[in-house]
């Protein structure tokens, strides 16, 4: 709006309010823009013989407003997503932020991907897994969502959690070994397998983590599902 004719009287409104000391639209606008780091408004962006030329183009002003948007707008709101992101996990006893530590947003390349049904099935329980910490066997027709099983449904061992299902189940050494990557700390083997944005292979399949972690709550919920589900803890 800041971009129409001056003499248009939504514009003389919108003048009005800004400099208005009672609480109005224009004015929380204005308070938001602060709130996301002092954002600066479209004129101070373009200038005003930028502006000037706008004034009487709808295209250039949808052109202008475009790219203030992309530019200035969409990464001030990414970083305010991401600081009260940092604040909640300080905050919290959310424990299962562990597994997004570091934590770095997946990359917007992923809404480019070329991938099959299937390729997305593996991504949904790599992320559901990242983002809550617990085994997803909803995914796979399950009806519950466990932090641990009461006795792994590979090895036998008891109280299997996504450290023993992942890291050291010794009925997947050899999953793992596919994996190229060997650690003898859960934390480090957890942010190889959950931290950062890698999601693409270098032929642009999910990355082998991925598949790794989909490949092992597959053939563990087959044990389960459809069976005797009251072994699951949640
Ligand atoms: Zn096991």
Redesign the pocket.
Known sequence: MLLLPETLSVHKLLMLCRESTLPNWARQVCVIREKLGNVPNILQVFGDQVTADSRYSAQLRKQFSRQYRIKYVLPALREYDLCAFRAAIKKSTWPHADFQEPFTKLGDELLLADWNSHDWDMYQVWALTRATGRIPLPLFGGDSFPTFLDQ?P????VN?DLC??LF?????TFERSLLRYKSTSWSLFRSFLFAGDAVFDDDGRPAARIRYVYGIMDMLSHEFVNSDNSMLRS
């Open positions: 792994c590979l090895c036998g061992d299997a023993h299902l050291k189940c010794e009925s997947c």
